[in-house]
C-alpha cells in the first residue's frame, strides 16, 4: 500500500522557517525525482522544488533562495526547508514524485501570518 504522509507544517510568522518532511511507504523516493507540491487557497497545486536521483535541485523562481528541498534515500524521506516565510507562502504542502504519482498525501498547511 502507497502512503505519503507530510509533517512539519504551522502557523508562523513572516520572516519565520519550517522544515517539511514526507514519509513514503510502499514507494521508493530513490530512483524518482521527487518533489515538493503546494496549493495555495483558490489555486491550483503548483510544483515550487525538486530534486532528482542524482541530486540535483530545480525551484521555482517564486522560492529561489528561501527553499532547500533534499532527500534521505535511506529513511525513504523527502525534507523542504523553508526560511524567511512570506504571507504568499502560506498553503497546504505535498510531496510527490515529478511526474506526480496517482496518488497523493493529506498534505501538511503552512499558514504565514503577516
Known amino acids: 500500500q502507497v502512503q505519503l504522509v507530510e509533517s512539519g507544517g504551522g502557523l508562523v510568522q513572516a520572516g519565520g522557517s519550517l522544515r517539511l518532511s514526507c514519509l513514503g511507504s510502499?514507494?521508493?523516493?530513490?530512483?524518482?525525482?521527487m518533489g515538493w507540491y503546494r496549493q495555495a487557497p483558490g489555486k491550483q497545486r503548483e510544483l515550487v522544488a525538486t530534486?532528482?536521483?542524482?541530486?540535483?535541485?530545480n525551484y521555482a523562481d517564486s522560492v529561489k533562495g528561501r527553499f532547500t528541498i533534499d532527500r534521505h534515500n535511506a529513511k525513504n524521506t523527502l525534507y523542504l526547508q523553508i526560511k524567511s516565510l512570506k504571507p504568499e507562502d502560506t498553503g497546504v504542502y505535498y510531496c510527490?514524485?515529478?511526474?506526480?504519482?496517482?496518488?497523493w498525501g493529506q498534505g501538511t498547511q503552512v499558514t504565514v501570518s503577516s
Open positions: 530534486i532528482t536521483s542524482g541530486r540535483s535541485t
Open positions: 510527490n514524485a515529478k511526474p506526480a504519482w496517482d496518488y
Open positions: 510502499g514507494v521508493f523516493f530513490s530512483i524518482n525525482t
